[in-house]
């Protein structure tokens, strides 16, 4: 993985977290109660993680959110993905999606290759929220 990938990644987490943190930081309920359903919401229950994560990331292709799918991606590694099930669920949400998830897909699949490329797990997070 080079330099500029490894920077990539902690770059996403950092400004990730960092922004987590200011944003529970405000007084605000309606935001705090927001991101602790989100995080209750991947917590296994009659799905596991791994299957939760997955659905997180079809949906997040299929709306198109980036930062959305870099998570469930670096999450979906953590919970023991292997690459055919993610291209399974990537065939999912090119179905669902249709065409426009392409692009989506490309930046998706150099994220993965990014975290395999030195065997790299996705950072513990406090919260799940994207």
């Known amino acids: 993985?080079?330099?500029?990938?490894?920077?990539?990644?902690?770059?996403?987490?950092?400004?990730?977290?960092?922004?987590?943190?200011r944003i529970l930081g405000q007084d605000n309920q309606v935001v705090r109660r927001f991101f602790a359903?989100?995080?209750?919401?991947?917590?296994?229950g009659a799905l596991d993680v791994k299957t939760k994560e997955l659905m997180g990331?079809?949906?997040?292709?299929?709306?198109?959110?980036?930062?959305c799918i870099s998570y469930h991606i670096a999450q979906?590694?953590?919970?023991?993905?292997?690459r055919d099930e993610f291209f399974e669920a990537f065939?999912?949400?090119?179905v669902v999606g249709g065409s426009i998830?392409?692009?989506?897909?490309?930046?998706?699949?150099?994220?993965?290759?990014?975290?395999?490329?030195e065997g790299m797990h996705a950072p513990a997070q406090p919260q799940h929220d994207h």
């Open 101 to 117: 998830v392409i692009p989506h897909l490309r930046r998706g699949v150099d994220f993965l290759d990014q975290l395999e490329g």
């Open 1 to 21: 993985m080079s330099a500029d990938e490894q920077d990539r990644i902690k770059e996403f987490t950092e400004f990730r977290q960092r922004m987590n943190e």
């Open 37 to 44: 359903l989100d995080t209750q919401t991947y917590k296994a």
């Open 91 to 94: 065939s999912v949400a090119l």
């Open 57 to 67: 990331l079809v949906a997040s292709m299929v709306l198109r959110c980036d930062d």
């Open 76 to 82: 979906c590694k953590e919970a023991g993905v292997d």
